[in-house]
């Protein structure tokens, strides 16, 4: 079974400063997908970035973008010039490709609270 | 575009009664999925749909907790009896279709306190 590990229970970040969040996962597939999701106090869970694991290209969204390290089974969230609505719950999720045993499904880590200061 | 509906937003109730929580995907979503979050861990699959039918069921505690969806639309998600560890937020979502890169939208959640 695929897991997911977040390290860091809490981070930190002074406003317009660049933080990154680490998630390592452990898989025996070749072909996956990782995705990292935020939820806001108000608990509507949201998908920030998502990247194919046949890609060698590191994911892009506006001001987050994610460090693939796929021998390392690394993936890890970088937010820059962070804003005070960033600060979240960040879940980092591992899905299978469908049609194999897990059907898809989302494997989430345990999340990192992202506090943000102004 | 209307979100992923969930009622109610909050629930409590006494060890060993029934609850049952509603959720409405987004139209056209044929895949529907329930999580259970504990507070302070990530989410994890209670069961998931396609269409009117359950993909994965693995980690539904099957002795207290039963879902349904209905012509392929709204589902409902049910626990008879309830324990104190069933304490949870509750959270539906869904997507386009049954595939590993379709974006699942997910509901404000339920919470659900047991006491």
């Known amino acids: 079974a695929q897991t997911v590990t977040q390290s860091q229970p809490e981070m930190s970040v002074q406003e317009a400063e660049t933080v990154t969040l680490s998630c390592t996962y452990d898989t025996s597939e070749s072909d996956y997908y990782l995705f990292w999701y935020k939820q806001p106090p108000s608990r509507q869970m949201i998908l920030v970035i998502r990247q194919e694991a046949y890609k060698q290209q590191n994911a892009t969204e506006n001001r987050f973008s994610v460090n693939f390290q796929k021998a390392a089974k690394s993936f890890s969230l970088k937010i820059s010039d962070s804003q005070l609505g960033d600060a979240a719950m960040y879940f980092c999720a591992y899905r299978s490709p469908a049609g194999g045993t897990s059907y898809g499904k989302l494997t989430f880590g345990q999340g990192t609270i992202l506090t943000v200061h102004p | 575009e209307a979100g992923v509906a969930q009622s109610p937003r909050y629930k409590i109730i006494e060890k060993r009664q029934s609850v049952a929580f509603w959720c409405n995907p987004i139209s056209g979503h044929a895949t529907l999925y329930w999580y259970q979050q504990i507070l302070g861990q990530g989410p994890k699959l209670l069961i998931q749909f396609q269409n009117n039918g359950v993909v994965d069921d693995s980690q539904l505690p099957k002795d207290r907790f039963s879902a349904e969806r209905l012509k392929g639309v709204d589902s409902t998600l049910k626990i008879q009896p309830a324990k104190l560890e069933d304490s949870a937020v509750y959270l539906c979502?869904?997507?386009?279709?049954?595939?590993?890169?379709?974006?699942?939208?997910f509901g404000p959640g339920t919470r659900l306190t047991v006491l």
């Open positions: 979502a869904s997507s386009f279709v049954f595939g590993s890169y379709n974006e699942q939208f």
